[in-house]
């Protein structure tokens, strides 16, 4: 497939990277500002990877060259598919919101559109580097980039905040910090099984054991609410960024 992949930043660089590695896309156009803003006559998908505010300056000088049949696939959060399809008339959108674990081919990437081949497309250009997760609407993007592209972060806060107990329990700050490392990267290695979540914890949680008296006291101090309360407080954010608030 031909595809033109528009800014080479994090996440554009972690894709042709993970594109590169698994050989799904070979030799992609990569358009930085250091190039002519030109795609290939031959683009079959014009990838936009630049920043939510800088999408239209970016996006304007290509649409002499870029075909209208090309579908346009957008992972920039908040661009809404209707301003992505005014900007670039005639051309099928799809909207994507990766992680840049993609550069490694083990990203997880959610999917929308509202033209199926284009839908496809997306596909074809995601599923080789991550794992794909199918939304029925545009508006569940915000909930999946919580759950999916700002998650790690708040796994890497409750392990912070378990290393911070870790000290008060005796530990030294990097010995509780080397292990809860350690059980990050056990936690992740779990996760990239088939296992659900429930078997992954029940493997670890024996009835009446210590693992378990843990868990009940994260239940009984509200961690279903923390959760709620981190994915509707990143909802409402993306929200209002859509809105330029
Ligand atoms: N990072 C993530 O984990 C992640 C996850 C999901 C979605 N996203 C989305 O991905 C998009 C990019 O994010 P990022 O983190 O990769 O940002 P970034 O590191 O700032 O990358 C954006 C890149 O676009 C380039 N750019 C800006 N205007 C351009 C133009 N006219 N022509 C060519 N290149 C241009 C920038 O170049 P300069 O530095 O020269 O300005 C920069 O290299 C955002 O819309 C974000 O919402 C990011």
């Not at 304007?60 to 579908?71: C, F, G, M, R, S």
């Not at 329990?169 to 490392?181: I, K, P, S």
């Not at 659900?196 to 994260?218: F, Y």
Request: proline share 6%; with cysteine.
């Amino acid at each position: 497939m031909r595809v033109t992949l528009l800014g080479h930043g994090r996440l554009g660089s972690a894709i042709a990277e993970g594109w590169r590695l698994t050989g799904a896309v070979s030799d992609p156009t990569i358009l930085t500002r250091a190039v002519p803003p030109v795609c290939p006559p031959e683009t079959q998908a014009l990838v936009v990877a630049v920043k939510p505010a800088a999408w239209r300056e970016a996006v304007a000088p290509l649409l002499a060259t870029l075909p209208v049949d090309a579908v346009v696939v957008s992972v920039m959060a908040g661009v809404l598919a209707d301003d992505l399809a005014a900007a670039a008339p005639g051309r099928p959108v799809a909207r994507v919101m990766p992680t840049t674990a993609v550069a490694q081919g083990q990203g997880v990437a959610a999917i929308w559109s509202a033209d199926e081949p284009a839908r496809a497309l997306a596909h074809r250009l995601f599923d080789p580097i991550a794992d794909t997760v199918d939304l029925d609407e545009e508006a569940m993007l915000d909930a999946a980039t919580a759950v999916a592209g700002s998650a790690p972060a708040f796994f890497y806060a409750l392990a912070q905040a378990l290393a911070a107990a870790g000290v008060e329990a005796g530990l030294t700050q990097d010995a509780a910090e080397r292990l809860t490392r350690g059980a990050l990267r056990s936690a992740g290695s779990g996760a990239g099984t088939d296992a659900s979540l429930e078997d992954l914890i029940a493997r670890i949680a024996s009835p009446g054991g210590t693992t378990r008296a843990g868990l009940d006291a994260l239940v009984d101090a509200d961690l279903n609410g923390a959760g709620a309360a981190a994915v509707q407080a990143a909802v409402s954010r993306a929200q209002a960024l859509a809105r330029g608030d």
